[in-house]
Every structure is written in structure tokens, then in C-alpha cells.
């Protein structure tokens, strides 16, 4: 029996995580369209034996790219020069199931899990932003639901794109001029009420099958969506309890399903602030916040809560009652964890922003490695975590403190890997390797 | 003035062009998905200072990849971890107007360019394949007039999405928190009767402020495109005369719209089988042809020209009535090469099929060295071609030959650079990198 080790990814953010880090003297703004600085990112990300780096993405531009680096790096031509530079480390790019063609994003990647032997990783995200609907050729966005059943839709369909050649498809016999054997290659043939793709692919089956399934939204809706698809799940949470309620929901999901709860990895986001004290460390948080800039927290708020506070109000009370019947909410879960926030902290409106500046209502844990390796095993060891994707506020710096200071703690105490035993991401999280639903049986 | 000198790109195919390459003992089929042989033979053109490496797509499955390579690579994917493993090559991906989303194209686009640092090319493509057109939820493909329609409002949006950041825009100044100038950042707002875009690009601009425009569509729609957008053609030519004509229709057409033609370069296929003897060059020509599939030529014959020819016919004449009269026709202008060469060979199907098995209508060259830098260097000083696709009949070898025996003498006289003056595709080709349209006039 192979031992439980937790699992760990590094979530890479442009200039880091916590919404002023690229105007912290640790930053280097002149380097976040420079590839060569991710490639170094990853490749200390791999030396450390992380799981994977993860990059976000969404097919608009937000509206405050005054204040911080809100550009988007296209996930899978940045993670395919990363794959050139790195050999283990897995690669999990977020994609839409929203705003792409299901043929055009199973090819993207089939050819990543081809070009990384085998890291590819799919973020499976619908796209709620207003700004993203007006860039194809649309008033106004899908409601969640429709969303979430193109995403069904959209998912099983790629799933049978990836699964259309079977893996002795490619024959290449010189001698026979066999090429590929035709038998082994299915048309998809999927007609539904969103989408109709007949395929194959045009790619021959990848080293993992498929990308590992990866999703991160936390609403009813998504839910039930990991519970049936993902094999990881990034989520979000401030407290122990709340992360094991989550944590208990999805793997009852997958079990009702039948499927193996193990299998469906649960992953929350955390946000180190790294020192040698915890003095030191809460005074490097604090640093980090005084260079924040309130127009820019009030507009993500307002973009979370769907609430519109002013810089008047910043030095009083957060007005609970507002927030909780005003406006319309960008993010139904992540509307709730600010909730118990300020139920909890009873911030003023400048704490709260503060405590979102982070990672936009990600954990933030301000400590020394030994107390930040601590939250990490408690949450693990209660049935509250798989393993965490970490949010570094700033880059490559707050990376470099978490692999090594708290990175040598996670392994004295047998919770993390020294080294790789696997190549593939599936490999890295424990999952086997998905047969083609189109194989013959096997004799 | 700097001295005019010929282009060279390297365009690669899975397995090589000869339909029958993957067959040949020089090749290895263990290899053709493996990033690393492309990134060594990226790297064996860079290191003879070719201008790029091309990469042609389509988003179906070819019917016949039963008896060829004919799986499809996905160029962004696949050149963007050729971009990782090289300095100065240009990265030419084709990617069709008719089956993406513009929003997304244009951040694939830009991203290549920032991570290659201003080295990618588009080669602008409309989808004609039937095929095609089933996995993307239609069941016929758009008529040829109307996809080219669509075409030119695609380029004119992308181009609009490419210039909505200003240069200027990324401001990044850490002491004042200007992270991005937002007067310099402009929506598209574009709406006509195929897209609707709003944006702006969520990625700043980029090295070469756009993708070199490059084309390869020789119909009255395709000449008319090229005219118009394309800062590089490729085309298909067996003859001086045709070429001739053709370079010249290009040039004027570009002159006519009040374009400099001398920054539209054509550049047609050539696929060279090398010897040290013109007899032994011959010989190599006849193995390869040697290891065609009848069944698979007479597939390939059918798409293109729309009749179906059986095994039997093979050794008798062209019926050259029935191909001038039936059938449908998949590729126009390669339809007037194929008539063209068979008036002039009177070959039998046999021979057209072996003709043919080279590199589909691109002109096949079997000589030595100085033979084959003698065929270019006429159509280059004989207004037919400002530099050529070379098309390797196998890889790596087809191209070894090449570099090592006709690159030297290109040199020699003075034909080639020896090394290279710049670092974008833009210089190399000697285009000028475009202001943004939406630039404010400059002091």
C-alpha cells in the first residue's frame, strides 16, 4: 500500500498573488511577459517536487488593470515553453468550457500531454465574466446553470475527442505500410443540445490518456460537477471547519457516484506571508497591504460582492446588511467565505480589504515555516485536505521561502516527497492512467 | 540599402512530405511525436540561419491517415516548446479564420510573440475540408466567397485586438501604483456580420506588435487576400512561367492597393532530393516513390481533384477529359498545377501519382547541390520567388542534405546570410514592425 503523502502545487499569478506585489522592491515588474522567469519559477518549483504549477485564465480583461497586473498569460503556450525546460513537474492550464470550440481544446491538450510526456492537467472552468461574453459575439453571459450543462456537455465530449484513437491505434509498420490502424479510431459522433462534433481527433491518443480533470468552483453547481468529474479540486477556505465540511461534501459526491473518494484529490488555495518570527512574518503582511490601493480593493469587492463600498467608508464598520442583500454576486461561493469574515473578524471595510488582498479570500497564513508547515499538517491530517495549492503573494521570493524553509519541514514529518517516483501528473496525484471507452476488451 | 537576399523556411510535416517518407529506413516513426526530434531539427535551421519553420493544420482527421503520417501536430502547443529550445527562428503556425474564435487566436498569437520574443507568424488559413466543418457543429463547410469574407474581418478584428494596447500602455511604475494606462488601452467594439468583439486583448502588446501576416491561398479570393494582408505567400509552382506569373499578379496587386511590394514576399514549396550525382539523386526519388500506396495516391488525387481513379487505371494514361470535367474540386489552383503537368508529362496515372507523392503539387527537385541551388537562384533572380518553403521530403536527413550542401552554396554566391542581422521574424524578412492603429501621433 502506497503511503498518503499530501500534494502540492505551485498557483503562479503574474507578479504574485497579493494584489500590490508588483510594486513591492522584491518585484521585478520589468519580468512578468519574460518566459525565461517562469521557466525559472517552475523549474525551482520542480526541484522542490511540487505536483504541478497551475496558471489561471479568462478570455477578457479586467477592468482594473490601472491598479495591478491583471493581464492574462495564455495558459497553454506558456506552459508549453515551460514543458521545455522542465522534465517532472506537472502542468495544469485553466481553459473554458464557455467561450472554446471542444475540438479546437482537446487538440491544445492532446498536444501539451504529447510535448510534456505526459503533465498535462485541465482547470475546467465556465466563464461568468460580463466583460468575456461581449468578446464572442454576446450580450450578455450564459446564466450558471445553462453554463454548467455546456460543461457536462462540453467535458464528455472531449473525453471521447481524447478517447477516439485507442492506444494501439498508431501502428507506423514500415514494412506493411500500415500507418494507423483505422479499426482502433472512432468517430465521436456526439450531437446535442449544445454542441455537435463528430471527430476522431486528429492527434493520436497522449501519454496520460487524457489530461487529469481539475475544477475549482465551489457553488451547488460545481459541486456536483466535481463530484462527478474532477480528479483535483482547488477551493477555497479561512477556517479548519469549513474546509472539512467542503471536504466531506465532495468525496460523498464522488462516492454516491461510485467512484473512489481517494481519487478526487481536494486542494485548498493557501497564501504564505513567510518569516523567521511571527513578528516578522505579520510585519512582511503589513507591508505587502500598506502598498495596496484602495480604489483598486473597493473595485474587486464590488466585483466579488457585487456591493459598491467607497474610501469614505474605509475606516468604519463593514455594513453586513448591505453586503448581504445588496448587488449581484460575480462569485456565489466565494461571496459566503467573506461573509463569515466579517462575522468572524468584525473587520472595517480597510481590514477586509486587507484580508482579500492576499488572494482574494484564500487562506492567508502569516508565521514561521514551522507554524505555517503546522496549519498545513492540521488541516491535512483532519480530514480538511489533500494537499494545498500554494498562492505565493510575491514572486519568485515568496515561492523561494515556502520551498525552502517549509518544504524541509513537511518531509521530516513524512508528510511530503523528497523526490519524484512518477513522470506523469497522474502519476504525481495517485491516479491511474483512464483506458479509451472505444478499447476492445482485453483478453 | 541593404542587399536583397533570399528567405528560407523550413516547413515541417510529420514524418516529411513525400507521402511515403515515414516508410523510408532514414526515417524513425518512433520519433514523429516526440518534441525533442523538432526541437533538434528547429535548432539544425536556426543554425543555418533559415528565416523560420512552418507549420501547416487543419482541425479534422485526414480519411486516409490508414497509409501516412497524416495526424496533425498543434502548432501553438508544439512552437511555443520549439521557441524554448531556440534564439532567433521564426515560428510560422497556421491557424484557420473559419473555426476559431477571434479573441482566442489573437491571445495565442500574442503570447507566442512574447514568449518567443517577436518571432511568430501566422499563416492565415480558411478551412475548406469538409471534414472540418462536422466537428464544429455544421454540416457543410461555409462556401469558398463567404469563408474568405469572414476571413478579412477576422484579420481586420485580430489586428484591432493586437493593437488595443498601445506600446506605451504597460507602465508598471511601482512608486506612483500605475500598473497600465487605461487612456492608452482601447476597446475594439467591433461588430459586422460574422464577429462580434468588444475587448480590449487582455495581453499587453507584443514584441513585433503583430504576427508577420503570412498566406497561402492562390485562387482569385486567395490572390485577392494576399494582396491586401499578407506580408509573405506561399504558393505552388512547377514551372518558371507559372511562378513568373504568379509573383507578378502578387506584386501588383499588393502595388495596387498602395502597398510597397518589395514587403510581400512569395515564396514558393520546393522539395529537394539531393545527391552527390544527379543519377543518385534520381535514385533516391524512385525508392521513396517506390514505397507509395497505390490506394493511398488515389485517395489523395481524389481530394484534390475531385475523381476517383482506380488501381487498374494506373499504368494507362491520364484520362485527362474526365478530370477537366469531374468532380468537385478541393483545392482550385493546385487543380490547374496537376492539369498543367499533365499536358506537359503525358504521364500515366502511375507517374502522376509519383509526381504527386512528393509534396502534393509543390515542385520536387532531384539533382545535386549545385543543381538544386541553380533552380533557386533562377527562380530568385528571375522574378519568381523572393525565397522559398523548403519541404524536406524526410526528416531529418532531407533537410541535413540541404543545409549542408546547398545552404554553402547559396553563400557563396551571395544569395543567403551566413548568419543572422536580427532577432524578430519581422527582421529577418526585412518587414518593419507596425505602429498600433490606435498610437497617438507622435511629437
Redesign the interface.
Known sequence: MTRRELHLNLFVYPGGHHE?A????A?D??Q??D?GFY?DLARRAEAAAFDAVFFAD?????DN??????????P???L??????TERIGLIATASTT???P??LA??F???D??SRGRAGWNIVTTGAP?AA?????DAHPVHAERYDRAREFVDVVTRLWDSWEDEA?V?D?KT??????DR?HAVDHSGPH??????????RTPQGRPVYVQAGSSEDGRAFAGRYAEAVFTAHQTLGSAQDFYADIKARAATLGRDPSKVLVLPGISPFIGSTEAEARALYDEFNE?T?PEYSLQQLHRILGVRLTEEQLDGPVPRELIETGGERGNGSRFQVILDIIDREQPTVRGLLHRLAGARGHRVIAGTPEQVADQLQEWYEHGAADGFNIMPPWLPGGFDLFADHVVPILRERGLFRSSYTGTTLREHYGLARPDSQYASPRA
Chains 1, 2 share one sequence.
Do not use: C, K, M
Request: aromatic fraction near 14%.
Open positions: 500590490a508588483w510594486r513591492h522592491h518585484s515588474p520589468g512578468i511577459l518566459i521557466q479568462g478570455p477578457a480583461l479586467a488593470v490601472r491598479y495591478a497586473s491583471r493581464f492574462r498569460l495564455e497553454f503556450t506558456w508549453s515553453a515551460i514543458a521545455a525546460a467561450y472554446t470550440e475540438y479546437n487538440r491544445l492532446a498536444s501539451l504529447h510535448l466583460q461581449r468578446n464572442f459575439g454576446l498508431l507506423a514500415q505500410g500500415l500507418f494507423a490502424d483505422t479510431i454542441l455537435t462534433v463528430y471527430g476522431p481527433l486528429n492527434i493520436p502598498l490601493q
